[in-house]
């Protein structure tokens, strides 16, 4: 049941007994009435009369009706007798009347909408529907009508819910009241609900727009992180703004002509320099110096570090060029104006979380490393929360409450991704993971899961070698020719997120912008033993015709080095996420990842139980690293990772599983044939690939030495996706990922296409398009649905055992997989596809269970989307069409057998909802053949 926040349920009913055509350019008033609060009704209607439309909650196919909480038991008007009826009757008349009164004052003064909505609500009074009580009438129901041919009893058609109202005056909320007052607007609710301790977050509160000759200047007190004890209201507070007094313009004196001032100036410079005595020298003298200085700071400025503005841009633009809502100045884990300065905990949480938000814990001396596959840490544990609607904070104090001893201690919270880290005896880790998921049902919809460890996947190799060795790669992918045609822009900047760096290094050290160390939360860059992220950045970056060494595939674009790694080198799946974000709010166009778990003896087990690992472990790994693959792709920013040296699928470690990631494999040094190297990670998760043998590039201070490995790979694609986006910014992943595999080299090994840089920037020049719509598969089952719009939908099928397959759980034991995601997409395709389905020979027989979800609204101005969904089985297709809103939640569509035609039959709602759907239908042919009809006769009126 909906709780609706100081009022009680008066009456809950089915639309199927009613006729509700009230609409509001195709709003219904039921989906204007909140807002029709704040605008309307608050602004206009007295405070005696303010209840008297009845609070509206839509649930599927019912509605119900909630009023102003009472002192006496409402009674129905229909039912009232004698001095009651008269009294109720001329409260009903005087509230009328007032609406009546107040609809034509809006009408005079042009206020059309407002009126409309107004009119339309009390165009139905019924009295079995008129609550009385407390000296105030409630229309129960309003804005639709009792059909006609309805011949069921008034108490069959709604139901009173007493005994529910009673729970839900047990239920502890309070309610938080915004007082726009009289100088200003409300943009958004004007009352929200929070349990007791809860928060008040920069989300909750509404928009002020001030009316004119006012400023809005804040609230009487500061809502943002109140702690909820009780009902609270706060009242906007504002200033008059000063009026410029009208000066009339000074008086002009004629103009006399006069020697120019430059003249002027220059004749006072030549008196100066070329008069006698010793001023003259002295002047002469200060000129020198001046310029010494100027040429000495010149030279630093070229030869040293940009560690200035909060953006990666070439001419050192200062602003948050990618702003993100979730960071910044409400939260996050880095201060927009100041990324280095750690963000503070709230007071009100001082007490169960760490000082400072997106501060990594230290690691212990001697940490409790238990290796497996993959490695990691045995006394620490992530939690991922998917609740959009709450706070980790909120999260924090009520794990704190369950597990109160402090054994259990939250030592790290990011309030962006909504993640925390929890340190735990070790002993406990098993049963914790399975444990905290249920024991926070319903309220938290969580995922635990292990603090991994990583390392670089590379393999060092002997320096030593001829000089006509050390550019093979660079000719592998036709690097010179595509140099011709760019050599990068400095407006392109790769992060490089790895183990550490030197950044004195010739080749790297006047490109460096925004350099950033996860563990320290400052500037301060050290390379480690073994400089892995040197050899990288040299790779993808190192500037071209110095003299010396080598060149990187992107010589004019920026450097920006995100150290991941501590002072032991080591590197957890905390701090390699922290070094992504930071990558991604500082404005980085592309972040180059070539770092893996800790895995080891993989190599030796079979096809099928690598699968398997794919298919059902570290799911929530894949959970978090898909959540910022959605983050990456709302900032443009394309993120490249090694696919691993473990000669084994790639794709076992989730950070290559998103489809927006780009998984590089690497090849082997062989002018006849493109081969995958026999280290190289395969398989369907190899998006492309790229050399990986003997990549010789840059380490140490002012050295070269070659490496081995997909971490070699990796950046030669980074580069490669740099040149792209210099020709062409506005690139998004899927395309690149499509460029690169239509002009890439055939390869042997189960890998991706080798690149081929010409070709793709001949392609991203010439600007001419490559059809990258991915192609749905078939089989004995397939699903798939269409919609036109970046409003997000979610398809889902259920197979014979009730096992799911979703965006949450694209592979299940049965064969079913989510193959095509487009929402994760967004905003690249205003026409995504999503498809389902079980391959041939694969699909178990029994019954399947087809729904919809509306999982996030992203066009705001959209209230529907309409969707078309195409169920293929047993030779038969299903077509589904509809349309599906934000409060449907989630639709069953219909279902279908396999195995037994005579069972092949959709259960009795679904033909309501193939009913339903061609009802909708309809109606929306006929909306547009009315809005036709409206602007025909509109055109009319203006030829006349």
């Not at 009613?18 to 009435?33: H, M, V």
């Not at 190599?603 to 139980?609: F, I, K, L």
């Not at 592979?811 to 995504?832: F, H």
């Not at 809103?885 to 035609?901: A, M, Q, R, V």
Request: charged letters at 25%.
């Amino acid at each position: 049941m909906a709780i609706v926040i100081r009022k009680i349920q008066l009456l809950s009913t089915e639309l199927k007994y009613f006729t509700a055509n009230q609409f509001i350019q195709r709003n219904s008033l039921f989906d204007l009435y909140r807002l029709a609060v704040s605008n309307i009704i608050n602004r206009y209607i007295d405070d005696k009369y303010r209840d008297f439309l009845a609070y509206p909650v839509k649930e599927g196919d019912t509605i119900s009706f909630h009023g102003k909480k009472h002192n006496e038991t409402p009674q129905l008007l229909s039912e009232l007798e004698g001095d009651d009826l008269v009294k109720y009757s001329t409260i009903k008349s005087e509230t009328l009347s007032h609406y009546n009164v107040i609809i034509e004052n809006l009408l005079n003064s042009g206020k059309t909408d407002e009126a409309e909505f107004l009119s339309k609500s009390i165009k139905y009074i019924d009295d079995r529907f008129v609550y009385c009580y407390d000296e105030i009438v409630v229309l129960g129901v309003w804005g639709m009508k009792l059909r006609d041919n309805v011949r069921a009893e008034i108490t069959e058609i709604w139901r009173d819910l007493d005994a529910k109202t009673k729970k839900e005056d047990e239920i502890p909320l309070f309610a938080i009241t915004f007082n726009v007052g009289s100088n200003g607007n409300l943009k958004g609710d004007h009352e929200i609900s929070k349990q007791p301790n809860k928060l008040i977050s920069v989300e909750d509160l509404p928009k002020v727009e001030p009316h004119e000759g006012y400023e809005f200047v804040g609230w009487d007190e500061n809502p943002d992180g109140y702690e909820v004890t009780d009902d609270k209201e706060f009242t906007a507070q504002y200033k008059a703004k000063e009026m410029t007094p009208q000066v009339p313009p000074p008086y002009v004196p004629p103009i006399i002509p006069k020697i120019p001032w430059y003249l002027r100036f220059w004749n006072w410079l030549k008196m100066l320099f070329t008069g006698k005595g010793c001023l003259k020298w002295l002047l002469w003298l200060l000129l020198i110096f001046l310029l010494l200085l100027l040429f000495s700071w010149l030279f630093r400025s070229c030869n040293g570090l940009n560690l200035g503005g909060g953006a990666a841009l070439g001419d050192n633009d200062s602003s948050w060029v990618k702003e993100d809502p979730r960071v910044g100045n409400g939260g996050g884990i880095y201060d927009p104006h100041d990324p280095y300065k750690p963000v503070p905990t709230p007071p009100a949480f001082k007490d169960i979380l760490p000082p400072n938000q997106g501060v990594l814990p230290p690691i212990d001396e001697n940490p409790e490393i238990k290796p497996g596959n993959p490695s990691i840490i045995g006394n620490r544990l992530n939690i991922l929360m998917e609740n959009e609607d709450k706070s980790i904070m909120d999260f924090a104090k009520d794990f704190k409450a369950k597990y109160p001893d402090a054994n259990y201690k939250v030592v790290y919270y990011d309030n962006v991704v909504k993640r925390l880290q929890i340190e735990i005896p070790s002993e406990k880790r098993e049963q914790l993971k399975k444990e905290i998921p249920e024991k926070f049902k319903p309220d938290y919809n969580l995922f635990v899961f292990d603090e991994t460890l990583l390392e670089g996947t590379y393999n060092p190799n002997d320096p030593d070698f001829k000089d006509n060795n050390k550019n093979w790669y660079l000719k592998k992918i036709k690097a010179p020719q595509a140099w011709d045609i760019t050599r990068g822009s400095e407006k392109i900047t790769i992060a490089i997120v790895d183990n550490g760096f030197n950044l004195t290094h010739p080749e790297l050290n006047s490109k460096v912008v925004q350099p950033y160390n996860v563990w320290k939360h400052s500037n301060d860059i050290f390379p480690q033993k073994i400089d892995h992220g040197t050899h990288v950045a040299g790779t993808a970056l190192a500037i071209a015709n110095n003299g010396q060494g080598i060149c990187g595939i992107a010589p004019n674009c920026k450097f920006m080095p995100v150290q991941v790694a501590n002072e032991k080198g080591i590197m957890t799946t905390t701090s390699v996420l922290d070094g992504i974000l930071y990558a991604l709010y500082q404005g980085a166009d592309v972040i180059n990842v070539s770092l893996g778990g800790q895995f080891s003896g993989l190599s030796r087990a079979p096809e099928s139980a690598q699968k398997d690992l794919i298919k059902n472990h570290f799911k929530e790994e894949e959970r978090l690293w898909r959540e910022i693959m959605r983050i990456a792709a709302s900032h443009n920013s394309t993120i490249v990772v090694a696919a691993g040296n473990e000669n084994v699928l790639a794709g076992i470690e989730a950070l290559q599983r998103p489809e927006l990631f780009i998984t590089v494999s690497a090849v082997n040094k062989d002018s006849q044939s493109v081969t995958k190297a026999n280290f190289s990670n395969y398989g369907s998760y190899s998006k492309i690939s790229a050399p990986g043998v003997g990549i010789y590039s840059t380490v140490g201070s002012n050295n070269y030495q070659t490496m081995d490995g997909t971490s070699m790979a990796a950046p030669i694609v980074s580069g490669a996706v740099a040149l792209m986006k210099s020709l062409k910014s506005s690139l998004t992943s899927k395309q690149i990922i499509c460029i690169l595999q239509n002009t890439g080299l055939p390869t042997q090994g189960n890998i991706g296409k080798l690149i081929q840089l010409d070709k793709a920037l001949q392609m991203v020049k010439s600007g001419k398009g490559i059809d990258c719509t991915p192609k749905p598969s078939t089989g004995d089952v397939q699903i798939l649905l269409n919609w036109n719009n970046y409003n997000d939908l979610d398809l889902y099928c259920t197979d014979p055992k009730g096992e799911v397959v979703w965006f949450k759980n694209k592979n299940i034991t049965s064969g079913g997989q989510l193959e095509i995601d487009m929402n994760v997409e967004y905003p690249d395709s205003k026409n995504p596809i999503e498809n389902i389905f079980w391959p041939n020979h694969g699909a178990p027989n029994g019954t399947y269970n087809v729904y919809l979800r509306y999982y996030k609204k992203q066009e705001p101005n959209i209230n529907e989307t309409p969707y078309t969904i195409q169920v293929k089985y047993s030779g038969k297709t299903e077509i589904y069409k509809g349309r599906i809103k934000k409060e449907d939640n989630t639709l069953h569509i219909g279902s279908f057998t396999l195995g037994n035609s005579s069972t092949n039959q959709n259960p009795p709602n679904a033909s309501i909802n193939q009913r339903r759907n061609s009802l909708l239908q309809k109606r929306e042919s006929l909306q547009q053949e009315l809005d036709r009809i409206d602007r025909e006769l509109k055109d009319i009126g203006n030829r006349k």
